[in-house]
């Protein structure tokens, strides 16, 4: 009985979530986040359309962008830094099922995306990566291993393909639009 409501509450989360994303302003998503324990800092955007799970793993910096229908799956722990921009229909995984299990298991690994990053859309990063601080993750780009500071990275998997100017001052909080 117990796993039964377990089951059932995952999907009433599930689906508040849902609701939460399709509403017009962020401070509106954002304070309805943090009711679900979702530690979000000051001046994040968090565009309409996103999908998150486990929002109480969740820990988001100062002056972020999350984009329009950004997947963020914090069941095993996610932290995403300050000034980082989630461009739209990023994903990341911190659980997927082991493909060796005799019984399809899952397995997972928290994910750590770190100050100034930059996460193209439709770029994907799997359990366990740490994308370093700086770092570039190019559109389309499928992350398997972590990424260093400073690097831009392409493909699939990702490999790099150049480095980052370090002397980063920008503050994305200034480029938020209020309502969307």
């Known amino acids: ?26 401070t509106l998503r954002i304070g309805l986040l943090k009711l679900l324990k979702a530690k979000i ?20 910096g100062h002056d972020t962008i999350i984009g329009h229908k950004a997947l963020l799956d914090a069941r095993m722990g996610l932290s995403i830094g300050s000034n980082v921009n989630l ?10 099922h082991d493909y ?4 399809f298991a899952q397995a997972g690994a928290p994910v750590m995306i770190e100050d100034y990053a930059w996460v193209c859309s ?6 366990g990566v740490t994308i370093g601080k700086g770092a570039v993750v190019a559109a389309g780009a499928v992350v ?11 493909g699939t998997p990702a490999k ?19 309502i969307i």
Not at 1 to 21: D, E, H, T, V
Not at 122 to 127: D, V, Y
Request: net charge positive.
């Open 41 to 60: 800092d000051r001046k994040v955007g968090l565009y309409r359309g996103f999908e998150v799970r486990s929002p109480w793993k969740m820990n988001i």
């Open 100 to 103: 060796n299990s005799p019984d």
């Open 144 to 154: 398997t291993r972590n990424v260093a500071p400073y690097t831009v990275v392409g």
């Open 87 to 96: 461009s739209n229909e990023v994903m990341i995984w911190t659980l997927h």
């Open 1 to 26: 009985m117990a796993n039964r409501y377990q089951k059932l509450k995952g999907s009433c989360i599930y689906i508040f979530c849902g609701m939460i994303s399709l509403l017009p302003f962020h």
């Open 122 to 127: 439709r770029a994907i990063i799997l359990p």
């Open 160 to 178: 790099k393909i150049a480095d980052r100017n370090p002397d980063l001052v920008y503050n994305l909080g200034e480029h938020i639009l209020p």
